[in-house]
């Protein structure tokens, strides 16, 4: 039992790290240049106080980009990839309309002008970075690790054949021996369902939706596991004509269980 429980932990745990390095370096290469952006939007914005017939209008645009970007933020953090895609180009059209403003100015700004045209660039890389960041952390998978996730979903589908079989063993076993635990063969039945979606998103390599059955899965197991070393420590034995006889070592209790239930098959 106790190898049941640990078949392929390490291995996901170490798959899913990966992937979140990976979205983490992506990550921050978008957010820094959302702040190379902000920090570009401020300094526009005060160039532009220079120009009195650049009116209210063009600060309130700036005001409204720095909402788009806080809205840019809070959608990633969410990973809500949609919706900063929607996020961005609203903050695109924010920029192209004070450029326009910026280039209707009497007297031409050129500094003006190219710290919009930086800040422009500086949303299209984040843009760029975006694009780079996969919907489906699977897109992130390397060969080999594509290869490992079918090996482990293969095992996940042996250890859940292996448990089916102890369960049915545990079900028939149970009339015969009532001084076992009479969850045992419940918890190993509540665990199949739990293994079999672990396999299958296993085998389509989502790595990540792995993790909940498989702990739910491990969790039944552990429940068998313990009730059985709590009944070996504290349980009761049988004599040959079957009754139970709680005088014996519990220590025997599980070996005992064995010899009786092979007599019982013969």
């Not at 003006?112 to 299209?124: D, E, K, P, V």
Request: some cysteine; overall charge negative.
């Amino acid at each position: 039992m106790e190898g049941t429980q640990d078949i392929d932990q390490e291995t996901l745990n170490q798959l899913n790290e990966a992937q979140q390095q990976t979205f983490d370096t992506v990550q921050r290469r978008f957010e820094q240049e959302l702040n190379d952006l902000a920090r570009l939007a401020g300094e526009m914005s005060r160039r532009a106080r220079q120009h009195p017939e650049l009116d209210a209008s063009f600060q309130d645009a700036y005001q409204q980009l720095l909402r788009q970007l806080h809205a840019v933020r809070k959608s990633l953090q969410e990973h809500e990839l949609p919706q900063v895609t929607e996020d961005l180009a609203e903050a695109e059209r924010q920029l192209a309309w004070m450029r326009q403003r910026a280039e209707r100015l009497g007297q031409p700004d050129r500094a003006l002008q190219q710290q919009i045209g930086r800040a422009q660039q500086h949303l299209q890389a984040a843009q760029q970075a975006l694009d780079g960041l996969p919907q489906d952390r699977q897109a992130m998978l390397t060969p080999g690790q594509r290869g490992q996730l079918g090996e482990l979903g293969q095992s996940q589908g042996g250890v859940r054949d292996d448990t089916q079989t102890l369960q049915q063993e545990m079900q028939r076993l149970l009339p015969l021996m009532p001084f076992l635990p009479s969850d045992l063969g419940q918890q190993l039945q509540e665990a199949l369902p739990f293994m079999g979606e672990a396999q299958g998103a296993l085998e389509g390599q989502r790595s990540q939706q792995a993790l909940p059955p498989e702990q739910e899965a491990l969790e039944r197991l552990r429940n068998t596991q313990n009730g059985m070393q709590r009944y070996a420590e504290h349980g009761a034995t049988w004599s040959d004509d079957g009754h139970v006889d709680a005088d014996v070592a519990p220590g025997r209790a599980v070996s005992d269980a064995r010899v009786y239930a092979a007599t019982q098959c013969r």
